[in-house]
């Protein structure tokens, strides 16, 4: 599925260019995003990140300045652009990327928008350090924005109060249905609410039901977050060979991340660019293909991770396999069939989910002679469709160890002998109306590390060869991302 070299300048520039519908304004926040590209593939000492960022729509080019004090941010880097997002009718931002490269740990990087990236001016410094030794994931999916209130965002003070005054964590793990949704009023509030967390630590995502099932006209949820998260296509899914945001891996410390997009396995309508690059709509074929190059790109992932180095191998995704649609023992269930095999061959340690608005966790078990990682469903940071009970979990096949209704998030570290997992709850009650409260521990355990790996050899399919980001980062400053636009080759690069 390589595919040779594509001048991303001339594909579909009209797509990222300026509607002339769109009126320009100065954003009241660059949104700052962080994401982890991972360990680097040239010195295993260093890491690097993306940074993703808005800007009003009529500003033509952007840089990222960054320097390892507020005085000295002397490494200039031109951005990529993204494409438009409207945050209001009839008023957009441009959406921006550009890389941080080759930082130790314990460093901390200073980065700002230079004086001629926005007309309002230059941004203030912000900063993030990249932690010395263990790095601790905040963990959840499912997080509405706090401008619907009720349950929405109910987490979220707790989020921004342990990172603010505690640094209980490094990083998040935001498996999918961000913001219910990414659309107008709703999707800046999302991210300007996030922006004091993802400007200091990243947040890596993906895709859930909700993003598809808002994602064709008049919302298109699923472009937005595809412009929204460009760093994570550029950084991460360039780097794992996916080129995407909606599946891509990468390395922190002890553990290698793959994230999947589930969507291929749901029952949403699966929305796709058409080939006159513009339309998005239903697309069962397309849902078949994608399905098919994820699990070929998953086996090309975990069977080059060396376990000797990187012992632990997660899997996240918004859906949990017993929800995709439905059991994993439904007729031509193809979770069952691409993904679960996978995953027994190559000993994953564990599987972290959302989509069910609750706190669960299963055991490791067997499907049809395959083993299947225990599971930790951490969906309940707050939205408005609430605490899903009981009765309504509807579960075939897998019996929960735990489960705890109420609205929390949890924390994942990883040290040399084991993972540690904690969930806590950060609300006053699991009602429709709760009130904030700081996260207060409900549950913890611990996945041993395994002792002994199987052999592997090197298999499946990179979507395209993985490219080191200076290469990325010497061309064109369009973004250049894979997705399927019928009935185009299904390794086609575009610009969304």
């Not at 298109?220 to 899914?237: D, E, P, S, V």
């Not at 499907?367 to 609430?386: L, Q």
């Not at 050899?457 to 019928?486: C, F, H, M």
Request: net charge negative; with cysteine; proline share 5%.
């Amino acid at each position: 599925m390589c595919v040779a070299a594509i001048d991303f300048s001339a594909i579909n520039k009209s797509v990222i260019g300026v509607s002339a519908l769109s009126t320009s304004s100065a954003p009241s926040s660059p949104q700052f995003h962080l994401s982890l590209v991972g360990t680097s593939k040239t010195d295993a000492k260093v890491v690097d990140y993306t940074v993703d960022w808005i800007t009003s729509a009529d500003v033509t080019n952007s840089q990222l300045i960054y320097g390892t004090s507020a005085d000295a941010m002397a490494t200039q880097v031109d951005a990529k652009l993204g494409g438009l997002v409207e945050e209001s009718k009839g008023e957009s931002v441009k959406c921006w990327s550009a890389v941080v490269r080759n930082v130790a740990p314990g460093t901390t990087i200073f980065y700002a928008l230079a004086d001629n990236a926005a007309a309002a001016g230059s941004s203030a410094p912000n900063s993030f350090t990249v932690p010395k030794d263990t790095f601790t994931w905040a963990v959840f999916g499912d997080i509405g924005a706090p401008m619907q209130k009720q349950a929405s965002g109910v987490a979220l003070p707790a989020l921004k109060n342990a990172l603010e005054k505690d640094k209980a964590y490094h990083g998040i793990l935001n498996i999918g249905d961000l913001g219910y949704e990414l659309v107008g009023a709703n999707g800046k509030n999302y991210m300007d609410e996030f922006e004091s967390i993802t400007s200091k630590v990243p947040m890596q995502t993906t895709v859930g039901n909700h993003e598809y099932q808002y994602g064709a006209a008049p919302d298109f949820a699923l472009r937005n977050y595809y412009r929204r998260f460009a760093g994570l296509t550029l950084g991460a899914g360039t780097v794992s060979g996916s080129y995407s945001n909606e599946f891509y891996s990468f390395k922190s410390g002890l553990v290698h991340f793959a994230v999947i997009n589930t969507e291929v396995y749901g029952d949403e309508a699966f929305v796709a660019l058409q080939a006159d690059g513009v339309t998005w709509k239903a697309d069962e074929d397309a849902r078949k293909t994608v399905g098919s190059a994820q699990a070929t790109w998953l086996a090309y992932d975990l069977s080059r991770v060396d376990r000797s180095v990187t012992p632990y191998i997660i899997v996240c995704g918004h859906r949990p396999p017993f929800k995709t649609p439905g059991p994993l023992s439904a007729p031509n269930n193809r979770f069952t069939k691409e993904i679960i095999p996978v995953m027994s061959k190559y000993q994953v340690d564990l599987y972290l989910a959302g989509h069910e608005h609750t706190y669960l966790v299963f055991d490791a078990s067997v499907v049809d002679g395959f083993n299947v990682p225990p599971i930790i469903i951490s969906g309940s940071p707050g939205n408005n469709e609430f605490i899903r009970e009981e009765k309504d979990l509807k579960i075939v096949g897998f019996k929960w160890k735990t489960l705890i209704p109420k609205y929390g998030y949890g924390y994942l570290t990883a040290t040399e002998d084991q993972l540690n997992w904690q969930w806590g709850t950060a609300a006053s009650d699991g009602t429709h109306s709760p009130k904030s409260m700081m996260w207060e521990l409900q549950d913890e355990m611990t996945f041993p590390r395994q002792k002994s790996f199987a052999p592997s050899t090197p298999e499946g399919t990179p979507i395209k060869t993985p490219s080191d980001l200076a290469d990325v980062w010497s061309g064109s400053q369009t973004n250049g991302t894979w997705i399927y636009r019928a009935p185009m080759a299904l390794n086609d690069l575009a610009v969304v």
